[in-house]
């Protein structure tokens, strides 16, 4: 039952609108820094572009698809139209109304400090503030999925939460605690400098702020993908969800582990001892168990649709899957792509092994893998299914959106790979040129070409996906009849209440990164002295 | 896996599944263990661990007093044998722009920012730390073979960063020696 359709589509749209303008602009960058493309006289340039690339894919983007599909579960999932309506749309403008914000400071050149920030440098106090809005209308949307969830349980008295909702809140209280560590570091360290009340910044401080948003944010990003996982994929290929409760399970783990781990991103940075760095690094080892149930779970389900399809052996059921069906495709895509980032993560979670790939272009061929290419391409699949819903018309053309899939697909591991390995070479990352005349630099100009090449395929799909959405838009009617999530096999009944409610979860989310957090900060906080003069950006 | 557990009758089938799962869930917590085991025994065998105390300097005065006066960056030989090398990053360059250290020698690199966040990198190697101002990053290191290395500033600090590449000069250990006799700071900066 999609009530709200249209709030619904605005979303996906201006999602996918900023994505096909993010995704131009970093093919855009690859081509110029690669050896084919050598032409570019002001590098500054590529660092406005940089900005815009990564504000747009890493805040903008995947926050409208998260609360699209969240309005989307809301409705459907629960059978009960979205509450609060009038302040979901005030949401949106303001998402609307902070992007353009921060974006003119950043077309004119007086932002480029990436979306990192890296204080002391200091942007023009626009920039900041339009991602401060962006947050706040994301954060309108977190209190509407607690609000809906809590009217339905209202009406619904300890029956068990429908799986996808159950794990949409906890992606919405995820993002809702893991935005506040850039908040605090915006709203009490950046915008006072750049607004020009004050002229000096704790730089060491303000990183631990930010790596409190800057790992768990990647969580964010993946809950619809992990979502789409558990409650779409085996409905759209026939089969069944092998369970419920681990599906729980996992949802509560990223809740609780996925945030004090931040600190695996200052491993090479002064400020922190290194008995905080081994507590996060030990805690990023655990957010690796709810993918590797996640892993076992989905494959289990794949399964089933297989072996009722009658798929046979040890390894034989493989062949039968649907493997026209775009669901299909998506999912073995981003699982190979999980894979491999996720390996590579693994390899930059200890201090001793992340010491010879920090900052280089392996960390870039790996976020890229994780996010770009295993959470985007569910986007896209997620995309796919829903589109015929909202616009009560079908999208007729498999063929086109597996081409699409296999474009992004290949493109990813194009760009990805020659990144990874140019990265264990040292090559160092937010480089807008490289002297390839250097001997010891010109081995890496051919890898650098192929990750350009894998921009221009990248940018190829994304742009056939809106081609793909926009046809979708005109086809013939066709009433696609309710949106529908998958089954367990042993759809449960009633679920325990730690299974089935988020506070005793969202309660030890707080206390781990209070306890992780607090005392480096009140330490740092504390410390006299390490505040240094800002550096403002395009100033002369 | 079988067939049966997916159309089963109720019990029966939840029991299998419930029990796959645990055997994975078992296979899962003991990858993670093992991961952890393994980190710590390389950080605790190799002494490869994160810098343990938190030292500060202040970034306006960096150039008037103490440790990182312009006469105190370079590298300097200690009278254990060891070498301490000193030095600053700043828009958009390294002081000194090529360190010079002897091989197989223990080294002690200090440094600091006297502006914004930079980072050290000395490729070919897993030397890596971050510079933040206000703050001393100190980082072990040793080279196993003599030559030349390239060393890039891996942390963005604005327009100029592109074109930040120090340099690191590891020559053989009588040469330095003789070089370090009168007690200066080394650097190679114009050879
Ligand atoms: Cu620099």
């Known amino acids: 039952m999609l009530v709200n359709r249209k709030l619904i589509l605005a979303h996906f749209w201006l999602a996918f609108a900023v994505f096909g303008i993010a995704l131009t602009l970093g093919a855009w960058q690859m081509f110029i820094r690669s050896p084919i493309g050598t032409w570019l006289s002001n590098p500054e340039l590529y660092y406005r572009s940089l900005t815009a690339h990564g504000t747009v894919m890493g805040y903008v983007f995947p926050t409208l698809v998260a609360m699209g599909f969240g309005y989307a579960i809301s409705e459907s999932a629960l059978e009960q139209r979205l509450v609060g309506v009038r302040w979901a749309w005030t949401g949106f403008w303001l998402i609307v109304i902070g992007s353009v914000m921060a974006v003119i400071p950043v077309a004119l050149g007086r932002a480029s400090v990436l979306y990192t920030f890296y204080p002391p440098l200091i942007g023009n106090v626009f920039y900041y503030l339009g991602v401060v809005l962006v947050v706040v209308g994301s954060w309108i949307w977190v209190a509407l999925m607690s609000i809906n969830l809590r009217v339905w349980r209202k009406a619904h008295p300890g029956a068990p939460v429908p799986l996808a909702m159950f794990a949409n809140v906890a992606g919405a209280y995820l993002w809702a605690w893991t935005a506040v560590g850039a908040a605090l570091e915006l709203l009490l360290q950046i915008i006072p400098v750049a607004a020009g009340l004050k002229a000096t910044i704790d730089a060491g401080l303000a990183r631990v702020f930010f790596s409190w948003t800057l790992h768990a944010i990647v969580y964010f990003w993946l809950m619809p993908t992990y979502i789409a996982y558990y409650t779409i994929v085996p409905r759209a290929i026939g089969g069944r969800v092998y369970s419920d409760s681990m599906a729980r399970i996992s949802f509560i783990l990223f809740l609780v582990v996925a945030m004090p781990i931040g600190m695996h991103h200052t491993f090479a940075d002064p400020m922190v001892g290194a008995g905080f760095k081994f507590i996060h690094s030990a805690f990023t080892a655990l957010v690796a168990l709810p993918t590797l149930l996640t892993v076992f779970t989905i494959c289990a389900s794949v399964e089933i649709a297989a072996r009722l399809r009658g798929g046979r052996g040890m390894f034989g059921w493989i062949r039968t899957l649907p493997w026209d069906n775009p669901m299909m495709l998506a999912l073995a895509f981003s699982f190979v792509m999980l894979g491999f980032g996720g390996a590579g993560g693994l390899i930059n979670m200890g201090y001793q092994l992340d010491a010879s790939i920090h900052n280089t272009q392996w960390i870039t061929g790996h976020f890229h893998l994780i996010f770009g290419g295993a959470i985007v391409i569910m986007y896209f699949a997620i995309a796919y299914d829903l589109w015929p819903h909202l616009t009560g018309r079908e999208l007729i053309d498999l063929r086109l959106i597996r081409t699409q899939l296999w474009l992004w697909f290949i493109g990813m591991i194009v760009t990805t790979f020659p990144w990874h390995w140019v990265g264990i070479l040292g090559m160092p990352r937010r480089m807008a040129y490289f002297d390839f005349g250097d001997p010891a630099i010109a081995p890496q100009a051919l890898s650098v070409t192929f990750s350009a090449i894998g921009g221009f395929i990248l940018l190829a799909s994304g742009i056939l996906f809106l081609v793909i959405l926009a046809r979708g838009m005109r086809a013939p009617q066709a009433e696609a009849g309710p949106y529908r999530f998958a089954l367990a096999v042993h759809q449960p009944a009633t679920v325990p209440i730690a299974l089935n409610t988020h506070a005793l979860w969202v309660a030890l989310m707080i206390a781990l990164t209070l306890t992780n957090y607090g005392y480096p900060i009140l330490t740092l906080a504390m410390t006299e002295g390490t505040s240094v003069p800002a550096v403002y950006v395009g100033a002369q | ?191």
């Open chain 2, 1 to 191: 896996m079988s067939t049966e557990e997916t159309h089963g009758n109720g019990s029966a089938s939840a029991e299998v599944a419930a029990r796959v799962e645990r055997r994975w869930a078992t296979i899962a917590v003991i990858i993670i263990v093992m991961m952890a085991l393994l980190a710590a025994f390389a950080g605790i065998h190799r002494a490869t661990m994160p810098q343990p105390r938190v030292e500060t300097t202040d970034p306006s005065r960096i150039h008037l007093s103490g440790e990182f006066v312009e006469s105190n960056l370079g590298s300097v030989l200690e009278a254990n044998g060891n070498v301490t090398v000193r030095a600053i990053g700043q828009q958009y360059s390294f002081t000194p722009a090529c360190i010079v250290v002897p091989v197989d020698t223990p080294i002690t690199l200090r440094a600091t920012s006297a502006d914004v966040v930079h980072g050290i990198l000395i490729q070919g190697t897993n030397i890596n730390t971050m510079l933040v101002p206000g703050y001393i990053s100190e980082q072990l290191m040793r080279f196993a073979r003599t030559g030349d290395y390239l060393m890039p500033c891996q942390e963005f600090c604005s327009f100029g960063h592109e074109g930040m590449w120090g340099k690191v000069k590891v020559i053989d250990k009588i040469e330095f020696a003789g070089r370090a006799k009168g007690g200066g700071r080394l650097s190679c900066v114009g050879q």
